[in-house]
């Protein structure tokens, strides 16, 4: 895996267990040694870009085998607690950051054409979510094109929904059983 990153990115890589654990509940939502760009820590590398502030990032960036791209944010809160203004911020900067820093060469629309986002939240049982509401319920939601029995969650625009191959709003649980196997394999 460390074969695919230049070597200036050497400093940022860290295990999925580091990337997703949250401080606040002092646990990881995916406990996995497996490598990926920490972006975080990338963003944090570039703080003055924007003058004394840092850029908001999401958690991970991973290329696969087949050199698809991920961009991962963890979140270990239900998704009522999310600030979807927060999230679509990490989308913008964590996308500015690595076309200006790690892909200089790739477009824009090569980019998003190649890379899927995912926001992974915590499971809450005792949350009556839209995972548990019956099928009649869904077609009120706003329906996700990357597969349609999934919710697009923290209002994701059409403009997040046309430049980027996919978008996910899932919690742990689906990701963990339908996605990670897939893009970590």
């Known amino acids: 895996m460390e074969g695919i990153f230049p070597i200036s990115l050497n400093p940022y890589l860290a295990s ?13 939502i995916v406990n996995d040694t497996r ?11 570039k703080k003055k870009l924007c003058g004394s502030e840092q850029m908001a990032s999401f958690d991970a960036f991973h290329i696969d085998k087949a050199n698809k791209q991920y961009l991962l944010e963890f979140k270990d ?24 820093f790690y ?40 329906p996700n094109p990357a597969k349609r029995e999934e919710p697009l969650l923290f209002e994701f625009s059409s403009e997040y ?13 689906i990701f963990k059983k339908d996605y990670f196997p ?4």
Request: proline share 4%; charged share 30%; hydrophobic share 35%.
């Open 77 to 100: 809160q239900p998704p009522k607690n999310i600030n979807s203004n927060e999230i679509q911020k990490k989308v913008v900067c964590s996308t500015a950051l690595l076309l200006l």
């Open 35 to 45: 490598i990926v760009i920490d972006l975080d820590k990338f963003a944090t590398s």
């Open 161 to 173: 929904k046309s430049s980027f191959k996919e978008i996910h709003t899932i919690p742990e649980s």
């Open 103 to 142: 892909q200089q060469d790739t477009t824009y629309k090569e980019f998003s054409a190649n890379t899927s986002l995912f926001v992974i939240f915590k499971d809450d049982e005792n949350e009556n979510s839209f995972y548990r509401l019956p099928s009649e319920m869904k077609k009120w939601i706003e």
């Open 16 to 28: 999925l267990a580091d990337v997703s654990y949250s401080d606040d509940t002092k646990r990881s």
């Open 182 to 185: 897939y893009i970590f394999e």
